[in-house]
Nanobody, 120 residues
Framework: QVQLVESGGGLVQAGDSLRLSCAASGSSFTINTMGWYRQVPGKQRELVALITAGGSTKYLDSLKGRFTISRDSAKNTVYLQMNVLKPEDTALYYC??????????????WGQGTLVTVSS
């Protein structure tokens, strides 16, 4: 069974930095794109950043320059470096990955979410 395990969330002050990690465990799963989404109560989940297997990245426009996504494909792990955090960055951050199994079935996974709280 394949699953995503996130870590790195917590309570920080405005201006601080955090790094989120998400590791995919399980065999027979070839990962293509990995990414981070976030959600606050009452709002839709939004894309924060994603990175393809080839290293191409995409960011929510308002986060460019503060957040950086990276991945270690050998470890099936994706990271989100968040700098100069603001109270409005407070949200539940979810890891996402898609790819295919050894039998070429498409698979999309979500992590359980890690809470980031930024105090003013």
């Amino acid at each position: 069974q394949v699953q995503l395990v996130e870590s790195g969330g917590g309570l920080v002050q405005a201006g601080d930095s955090l790094r989120l990690s998400c590791a995919a465990s399980g065999s027979s799963f070839t990962i293509n794109t990995m990414g981070w989404y976030r959600q606050v109560p009452g709002k839709q989940r939004e894309l924060v950043a994603l990175i393809t297997a080839g290293g191409s990245t995409k960011y929510l426009d308002s986060l460019k320059g503060r957040f950086t996504i990276s991945r270690d494909s050998a470890k099936n792990t994706v990271y989100l470096q968040m700098n100069v955090l603001k109270p409005e960055d407070t949200a539940l951050y979810y890891c996402n990955a898609d790819g295919h199994t050894s039998t070429l079935h498409y698979l999309e996974l979500w992590g359980q979410g890690t809470l980031v709280t930024v105090s003013s």
